[in-house]
């Protein structure tokens, strides 16, 4: 497959400058952005270099600066793959076992569990160890004050086992917090330290690094929520809580330069690194979990499909993704500040775009749509006419759960809570094995001082999060 999807790349190419193709992916976002769906930085390359790199919207709204290629994001869960890195190469040296437990490394840590969950398990997300990221409002609560790293350790990564290690996959950001904390132990050294001496430096990222939450650069770009065209500063996080699996920071051009590493061997050799760059645990028949990485197959059309190395971030308003098709050395970067971000179909036009030259036109935001409904008459007219598009026009907006969730949370943002608990009511009706829908839904009413309904609403929450796979 994919030396038939190259030869197609290849065959389109011959008919076309890459200028002409650059224009044509800067259409592409340029659309997107128009729309509400993309701000931030986008950069495409190939096996000849970058393609294409271009930066929409604000890094700051208050002061209309511009996003650019030099701006600095927050990439969320990006930092996975880095922490596994480093993994690697204390696995390489000898430190660390893939084998070895997490008592093996912080006897401190709960031996009960800690004699149980080894390394890979950690990074394959087949601890079994809670998700502490998904605890109720602790991104509302916990995840603001500034806490040590141990007393997360303890408080918040330790509790009792949801299902025997290795037998199931659950997206657990647990489990990278307490590999940052195993790197830390084993080094002597403090995890921004280690990466930069040991990933950053090799690489030449000079604009990457663990946010500290204290040193200023003008650069960084602030978070938002948009609706409707208004912009919201994101709510406050001390970003550091999320050490080992979401606090760094980068440029799309930093991690172009980590796409082109990872061709070599500057950072792992030739055994490590072909073990690094491969799955850990199939979840699926189309999707594996690998070293910090996801491992998928994306169908562009009946007789095209590609195998993707990628994964997506996401910390508050900020969203990142980096895909990697390896067979062909193409890299699509997408990094940006509001969290309207519509990436995977942005990947998906990126590659039509590579394959035959065109590529689709985005609708309008479903929730644009439904909030100026509210702001003009009533959430129930706005719920009424979301049922009668969804029956009548299925493929005019994107009726999902992630949807509604999306416009809910911005009403609870906005402060308009009556709202956003009838969109989450609308959501676990529509959805009702949907955790999320029920835990805001417990926000909304908690806002309202409706505090029986709040309670069954979380109630719901965590009996759904108990029974779900991912």
Known sequence: MAAKTTFISLLFLTNISYAQLSQRFDSLFTAYHKNGLFDGTALIADDSGIVYQQSFGFSNQEHKIPNKPATVFRLGSLEKQFTAMLIMQLVEKGHVSLTGKISDYLPLYRKDIGCKVTIEQLLAHTSGIPNYTAFPNVWNDSLRLCYEPSYILKQFCSRDLEFEPGTKFKYNNSGYFILGQIIEKVTGKP?????????????????????????????????????????????????????????????????????????????LSNNYLRSYLSALFKVDPEYSYGFGWEHARLVISVNDTVETMEHSGAIRAFRSNIFRITSERKCIILLSNCANQSSYDLFSQAMKIFRIGTWDKPGKLLTDTLYNLIRESTSDSAIEIYRDLKLNHPNKYNYSSSSLEHLGERLLILGKYAEAAAIFQLSTKEFPSYTNGYFYEGRAYEKLGKRKEAIKAYNKAVLQNKSSRV
């Open 191 to 267: 995890l921004s330290a280690v990466i930069k001496e040991n990933i950053l430096t090799p690489a030449d990222m000079v604009h990457s690094g663990l946010e500290d939450h204290i040193l200023p650069d003008s650069n960084k770009a602030t978070g938002y929520y948009r609706l409707a065209g208004t912009y919201v500063n994101e709510p406050y996080i001390y970003v550091p809580n999320t050490v080992g699996f979401a606090s760094i920071y980068s440029t799309a051009y930093d991690l172009y330069l980590w796409d082109r590493t990872l061709y070599t061997n500057k950072l």
